[in-house]
């Protein structure tokens, strides 16, 4: 398997998982646990960094979705 496709798909499951860590940092927000609450944004930026490298080379350079020499057609014209 293709490492950068790999890494991509791991970068976009950090930026969402950096997503959802706002839910429990606006809720200790609410309880006014700020210590927990910059705890949880730390997390969430610590993932969205992580996600933002790791996804940084765009699809169109990974080997994804190029066709493989040998799944060529044989002719051109079929």
Same mark, same amino acid.
């Given at each position: 398997m293709n490492l =950068?496709?790999? %890494?991509?798909?791991?970068?976009?499951?950090c930026k969402f998982e950096a997503g959802?860590?706002?839910?429990p940092m606006v809720c200790?927000?609410?309880y006014s646990e700020y210590s927990i609450a910059l705890?949880? =944004?730390?997390? %969430?930026?610590?993932?969205l960094t992580v996600g933002f490298f790791l996804t940084l080379k765009s699809r169109n350079t990974c080997?994804?979705?190029?066709?493989?020499?040998w799944r060529q057609p044989p002719f051109p014209g079929s």
């Open positions: =950068f496709v790999i %890494a991509y798909v791991l970068g976009q499951v959802f860590m706002l839910l200790a927000l609410c705890i949880f =944004f730390l997390c %969430a930026l610590l993932c080997a994804y979705g190029r066709r493989k020499p």
